[in-house]
């Protein structure tokens, strides 16, 4: 079966611009989870949502946003992009809400702010 | 300090050895524990899960968690050149509220031919 899409796979901005990342979990989860990997904080948890619903959300400023859609799908917002907010940016989505399926995670959108 | 802390290597080993790779945390709650393992340029891929304390075997790979040290554990058996990426503990308290993972930095090993 597909596994989890993320689009696009890279992606090069402007400081002060906005962004918006786009993941499609695995057909029949409804659990998506956004990361943040850089090299030197490695993978970091940004927010997570179940049912359209926000979850649970990491120690990020306001500026990163997300969403989820009636068909799990997710968009995360980054708006006033900063240099130090190029990294991998990792979707991951999982069947249910309840840490015992592990995650299965997509290739990654590779941001990088100029 | 850090909930979850790995030893970032990187390790260098030649082919058919045991690798070990070993992660400490500090948080009591977590309950499950992943190793993935994450080639360059792609996402983490699942390689092991383990819920509470104890060892799982899938192929040449074991995973053993002791939650009385708050250690976990990943053996690699006779090592390939394949194996080479970064392996990446992680772990969650679950509980049916959260899938939120706790990642370590990662180890990077590279499996000599």
């Known amino acids: 079966k597909a596994g989890v899409t993320q689009t696009p796979r890279y992606l090069i901005k402007t400081r002060g611009q906005q962004v918006t990342l786009s993941c499609s979990p695995i057909?029949?989860?409804?659990?998506v989870s956004w990361y943040q990997q850089t090299p030197g904080q490695g993978l970091q948890f940004l927010f997570e949502?179940?049912?359209?619903?926000?979850?649970n959300k990491g120690n990020f400023p306001g500026r990163f946003s997300g969403r989820q859609f009636s068909n799990s799908r997710s968009e995360m917002n980054v708006s006033t992009l900063e240099l130090g907010d190029s990294a991998l940016y990792l979707c991951a989505s999982s069947l249910a809400l309840e840490g015992s399926y592990g995650y299965t995670f997509g290739s990654g959108t590779r941001l990088t702010v100029v | 300090q850090k909930e979850v802390e790995q030893d970032p290597g990187p390790l260098s080993v030649p082919e058919g050895a045991i690798v070990s790779l070993n992660c400490t945390y500090s948080?009591?709650?977590?309950?499950?524990f992943m190793w993935y393992r994450q080639y360059s340029r792609k996402g983490p891929e699942l390689l092991m899960y383990?819920?509470?304390?104890g060892n799982k075997e899938d192929g040449r790979f074991t995973a053993q968690v002791d939650k009385s040290s708050k250690y976990i554990s990943l053996f690699i058996r006779d090592s390939q050149p394949s194996d080479s990426a970064t392996y990446l503990c992680a772990m969650s308290a679950g509980g049916g509220a959260t899938n939120k993972l706790i990642f370590g930095t990662g180890t990077l090993l590279a499996v000599q031919p």
């Open positions: 057909s029949g989860h409804r659990s």
């Open positions: 383990t819920y509470s304390s």
């Open positions: 948080n009591s709650a977590f309950q499950y």
């Open positions: 949502y179940f049912s359209e619903t926000q979850r």
